[in-house]
């Protein structure tokens, strides 16, 4: 059973670029997370996705928009990257009933120069 | 909003050796999850222990047990019989128990744990 996985693993953009980074969750979870996790800090909460619509969103700009698909894979996008968008992107995938467990893949680096 | 706060940058413990790792948290709400989530340096964050607020008695996973007192709103990480594997960032969560809540975790900023041999 394939866990949470998500491509690319690194990458490097240049400032004002466009960036879409990919999740497939955990087979048989309809509910995607993405968080932001700065170096030596803690993941911050981007945006959730359950039935091809956003739910839930942070505190972060329109800059970042994301997408799921039908087979609840997702996408994150990011748009006229700024340097301080240099971080581990994570994704989280779960089944949107309460109380079940949350698997997170092993991210993207996104490095912005 | 909910904050988390572990106020242990840095801890270290020698193998086979007993650490605890602290973690406070404020909210409004009654019911609620915590958890603590390991990563190592692969960077993937693992699941060690949960615990739901209801829940009087504290979690227990082998050699990871948690101290929950619900009224202080303290969600401490007990690890036992250290072994250099447990070395890693470790960080604590708090995920509300809202209908819409899903995947939505908030955490703390994280303590790194050394093991020395």
């Known amino acids: 059973d394939a866990g949470v996985t998500q491509s690319p693993t690194h990458l490097i953009k240049t400032r004002g670029q466009q960036v879409t980074l990919r999740c497939s969750p955990k087979?048989?979870?309809?509910?995607v997370s993405w968080y932001q996790q700065a170096l030596g800090q803690g993941p911050q909460f981007i945006f959730q996705?359950?039935?091809?619509?956003?739910?839930q969103r942070g505190n972060f700009p329109d800059r970042f928009s994301g997408h799921q698909f039908p087979n609840y894979s997702s996408e994150l996008n990011v748009n006229a990257l700024l340097l301080g968008d240099s971080a581990l992107y994570l994704c989280?995938?779960?089944?949107?009933?309460?109380?079940?467990?949350?698997?997170f893949g092993e991210g993207s680096w996104l490095t912005v120069v | 909003a909910q904050t988390v706060t572990q106020s242990q940058p840095e801890m270290s413990v020698q193998e086979a050796e007993t650490v605890t790792l602290s973690c406070t948290y404020d909210?409004?709400?009654?019911?609620?999850?915590l958890f603590w989530y390991k990563q190592p340096p692969s960077r993937q964050m693992i699941l060690v222990i949960r615990?739901?607020?209801?829940?009087?008695q504290n979690a227990t996973e082998n050699r990871f047990s948690v101290n929950f007192q619900k009224a202080a709103k303290s969600f401490s990480l007990k690890i036992s019989d250290s072994q250099l594997g447990d070395a890693a960032m470790y960080f604590c969560?708090?995920?509300?128990?809202?209908?819409?809540?899903?995947?939505?975790?908030?955490f703390g900023e994280g303590t790194q744990l050394t093991v020395n041999p």
């Open positions: 989280a995938s779960s089944l949107l009933a309460i109380g079940n467990t949350i698997y």
């Open positions: 087979s048989g979870h309809d509910t």
């Open positions: 996705y359950y039935e091809e619509e956003e739910r």
């Open positions: 909210t409004s709400e009654s019911d609620y999850y």
């Open positions: 615990q739901e607020a209801y829940k009087q």
């Open positions: 969560a708090y995920r509300s128990q809202g209908e819409t809540s899903g995947s939505r975790l908030t």
